[in-house]
């Protein structure tokens, strides 16, 4: 019996553990079921697309950039397709080691391995950044036949933005560089962050940054069959990118280079615009760069070389230089005074050579002028008879005239980063100044405003459109730069839609009375000996300003100074008198007279733009040296002259 009960007691002790067995089996293959079920049922559309996202790739297809044209079709920004050695820092191991075996390879300088640095500084560690650029076709074999000794180094074949011209128009077409982190957050905020998706480089100066959105084009994806390694199998679908527009320009190139010519290693800038519609025709500033420095990177001694130079060729003196306008402001003073009733053009002012204010003694002709009316003032550029005008218009009366012609104000221009400068007002010295004292407008502050000196601080960009303006019978234009945009699809052009022009309500007797004396000043004035011979008509103001501020009792010698210190060159114009279609504003820094230097590079652009004439050889070595006057030996025809150096 104890036997018996003691096998029973074993077959329900193994059938409950049978039973339990069961249950925990059913269990589970209940829990892989309800996982199956969840899986493939729930959430199989997911997965699916997972699935399908680990076989497939998609890939960004990057537009090619849109040119960038003059206004006679010259390229002045392309692209051309070239082979980088490129490393991806997170799968390459020891970096060093790696790019000092490379070099054993193909030539890798240490410039590049600085400029890979700065990269890497500016990037993440999984993107692919170049180590270098450009490679031969010998040096993309030898790497070829080594590549397997070189994880996460890779060959690509990159295009790549070339200024065929070089350093000439360099602060108007600007550059590309590489997209810093910066940009690239700015860029992830946008609707653009898709289109900018396997984009190294964007616009970062000029017309490339100002018109961005039109060269960069639009972002194509090509999707790829990959294997389990990631290397692609096949294509299995694919969106074409769409190549950025080209961007025409106003510019004539050709004019843009004979004028950074006739600077030759001096400093300065010069607009030329036409006053009928705002182009600007010329946009120079002096000294310049070459662009292409900056495209894949620029180097520690070219940077420096630019960064730290004394002549600041960054600098894009056209819109961000200012500088009192000296005398060539005198004819807008003329203007005010007619238009505001403060003094018709009969009065005569007597110029004794000074003019006495408050107990201080101001500077003008030595020896004097005798009586002036106002077309004499401006023709001789009387420096008493302004003096005189300005107290009695006050400096507000003066700000709020010399405001609406664009003195003081940001133009609108289509290129970033303009300067408004200074237009002084009782307003703006009290906002400018922090000590009591300072913030108080003086009346003896007024007399040097009357000669373009004094707070006085404009662009030339500022001083080409108030001429264009004056030119104009008092219509002003906004000045641009970009003429048209040509799709890159169809071909077609399109003008860049410009706002109208604003009359400024000049009456025309005034406006007239004012050019009649700056056509005398190239007739019988200060630019008489520049123009002999023009066979058109023009009318131009000269202007000296001062570069630093002397005591009135200090007689101005140039040699006695440093040269940054001496006299500004200035001179503002326009062509033919009888219906401008050219206004000239230039500078040439640190030189002296408007009459030797500024006037000189004018008379030139006025003959090329006019007459189709070119500089002879001679000519133009002469007013490089700033020893010219009227042109000399017989000119070329402009058609004739190559833009680029055989």
Do not use: C
């Amino acid at each position: 019996m104890t036997e018996l009960g003691s096998s029973e007691a074993s077959a329900s002790r193994f059938r409950w553990r049978i039973i339990v067995l069961g249950v925990v089996v059913l269990l589970a293959f209940g829990l892989v079921a309800a996982r199956l079920v969840y899986l493939q049922v729930v959430r199989h559309e997911d997965l699916a697309a997972q699935a399908e996202s680990n076989r497939t790739a998609v890939v960004p297809i990057v537009p090619n950039r849109g040119l960038i044209l003059d206004r006679n079709g010259v390229v002045l920004a392309t692209n051309y397709s070239a082979y980088t050695l490129e490393i991806t820092p997170s799968r390459a191991g020891n970096l060093d080691e790696t790019i000092d075996q490379l070099a054993k390879v193909v030539d890798i300088q240490s410039r590049d391995r600085r400029r890979f640095k700065r990269l890497m500084d500016e990037s993440r560690n999984f993107e692919s950044l170049p180590i270098r650029t450009r490679l031969t076709d010998q040096e993309v074999a030898r790497f070829t036949a080594q590549r397997y000794r070189f994880p996460g180094v890779d060959i690509k074949a990159r295009l790549f933005r070339n200024y065929p011209l070089g350093d000439v128009g360099a602060h108007a077409i600007g550059y590309i560089g590489r997209i810093n982190q910066a940009e690239k957050a700015r860029i992830q905020d946008t609707e653009d962050e898709a289109n900018y998706r396997g984009t190294e480089y964007i616009g970062k100066l000029g017309i490339e940054q100002s018109f961005e959105s039109a060269l960069h084009g639009f972002t194509g994806v090509e999707q790829m069959e990959t294997s389990a390694g990631g290397r692609a199998v096949r294509k299995l679908s694919s969106h074409a990118a769409t190549p950025g527009d080209s961007v025409m320009l106003s510019i004539d190139i050709k004019l843009q280079k004979l004028i950074e010519e006739m600077y030759g290693e001096r400093r300065g800038a010069l607009v030329a615009m036409d006053p009928r519609n705002g182009e600007i025709l010329a946009l120079v500033s002096k000294p310049t760069f070459d662009p292409n420095l900056f495209v894949e990177g620029i180097d520690v001694e070219n940077w420096q070389a630019l960064n730290e130079s004394i002549d600041k060729p960054l600098l894009n003196r056209a819109l961000r230089g200012t500088y009192p306008p000296g005398s060539t402001y005198k004819p807008f003073m003329a203007l005010a005074a007619l238009q505001l009733n403060k003094r018709a053009p009969s009065v005569i002012v007597n110029d004794p050579g000074f003019y006495t204010f408050g107990g201080h003694t101001f500077r003008s002709h030595e020896g004097g002028l005798g009586g002036v009316d106002m077309h004499r003032a401006i023709q001789q550029s009387s420096n008493t008879y302004f003096y005189s005008l300005a107290v009695e218009m006050g400096v507000d009366a003066i700000h709020d005239f010399m405001k609406p012609l664009g003195f003081g104000q940001v133009t609108g221009i289509d290129l970033n980063g303009e300067l408004r400068g200074t237009l002084p007002s009782t307003e703006w010295k009290r906002n400018a100044y922090k000590r009591p004292d300072m913030k108080r407008w003086y009346p003896g502050e007024t007399v040097s405003l009357g000669i373009g000196q004094g707070y006085n601080n404009f662009t030339m960009l500022q001083l080409a459109l108030a001429q264009a303006t004056m030119a104009n019978g008092g219509v002003r234009y906004r000045p641009h730069v970009a003429k048209a945009i040509k799709n890159a699809v169809t071909g077609a052009v399109t003008e860049i839609e410009q706002p109208p022009g604003e009359n400024l309500g000049y009456a025309p007797r005034n406006v007239e009375i004012v050019r009649n004396a700056m056509v005398a000043v190239n007739k019988g004035g200060t630019g008489t000996r520049v123009f002999a011979g023009a066979p058109y008509t023009s009318g131009g103001k000269t202007g000296t300003a001062q570069a630093m501020s002397l005591g009135q009792n200090v007689k101005y010698n140039a040699k006695a100074l440093e040269e940054h210190q001496r006299d500004h060159s200035l001179y503002a114009a326009f062509a033919p008198a009888e219906n401008p279609t050219i206004v000239i504003a230039a500078i040439v820094e640190n030189a002296g007279f408007g009459a030797a230097h500024a006037a000189p590079i004018a008379r030139r652009v006025f003959d090329y733009w006019l007459l189709g004439d070119y500089p002879s050889e001679e000519d133009l070595a002469a007013v490089q040296k700033g020893q010219a006057s009227a042109p000399i030996g017989k000119p070329r025809k402009a058609v004739d002259v190559p833009l680029a150096a055989p």
